[in-house]
């Protein structure tokens, strides 16, 4: 079984709708983060958490929230979503560990189209 | 805030060639380097990483890495690449003793290898 899990793998949905997008892990990380991928500029980081009662803002977090309802679970909202919202989206995790073994794990990505 | 530049945004190879991938970031303290691999369709996976220690790194599938600190740079080295090896390439880095550490992604490189 995968240890980072997303859902929907692929969504379609139209300008203005709410849509939500879940991350689920079993690796037992306390840091979930979620990225954007877009061709031609790699991983932007939207928001992360370090803890279930710690929400950061990434580069780009502007038109999206994001829910921490439990370690592992990490939840990204689009409240209205924009045809500039489409993209493929990653959920990561990583171990708090030591500072130095911040290793990312990825899950599979949610391509989401907004027409 | 540290960044990364990935200066490659392309790269086509034969089979059998020789592959250097080149990746610079701008921090001025600590630093931990990833390189990360997404293949056709895939998430990304781990590569390689520098935490500390030797500054030649190994990594899976025959890769290594080389991080100079003088040029601020850790490009990604394989002296015989295969066609399977034709993916998208991140490189990335982390500053795990900033108030802000989480990792920063390049513009990623996609590799191309003709059979």
């Known amino acids: 079984d995968a240890d980072v899990t997303q859902t929907p793998r692929n969504r379609i949905t139209k300008t203005g709708k709410r849509i939500m997008l879940e991350c689920s892990q079993t690796?037992?990380?306390?840091?979930m983060y979620w990225y954007r991928q877009d061709p031609g500029l790699g991983l932007r980081l939207i928001y992360y958490?370090?803890?279930?009662?710690?929400?950061n803002k990434g580069e780009i977090s502007d038109g999206y929230s994001v829910s921490r309802q439990a370690q592992a679970k990490f939840s990204l909202s689009l409240e209205s979503a924009i045809p500039n919202q489409t993209a493929l989206y990653f959920c990561a995790t990583s171990d708090r560990g030591t500072a130095s073994t911040d290793t990312q794990y990825f899950g599979p990505g949610t391509r989401l189209t907004v027409l | 805030a540290q960044s990364v530049s990935q200066h490659n945004h392309h790269v086509i190879l034969s089979e059998a060639a020789s592959l250097e991938l080149g990746c610079n970031y701008s921090?001025?303290?600590?630093?931990?380097l990833f390189w990360y691999v997404q293949y056709p369709g895939q998430h990304l996976q781990l590569l390689l990483k520098y935490f500390s220690g030797d500054p030649l790194v190994k990594g899976i599938k025959g890769f290594e890495a080389e991080f100079i600190k003088s040029k601020f740079s850790f490009n990604l080295r394989k002296p015989s690449v295969q066609w399977s090896d034709t993916a998208e390439y991140f490189c990335a880095v982390n500053a795990p003793y900033s108030s802000a550490s989480k990792i920063i992604f390049g513009s990623g490189t996609r590799l191309s290898i003709r059979p």
């Open positions: 690796k037992g990380h306390d840091r």
């Open positions: 958490s370090f803890d279930v009662k710690d929400i």
């Open positions: 921090y001025g303290g600590t630093v931990n």
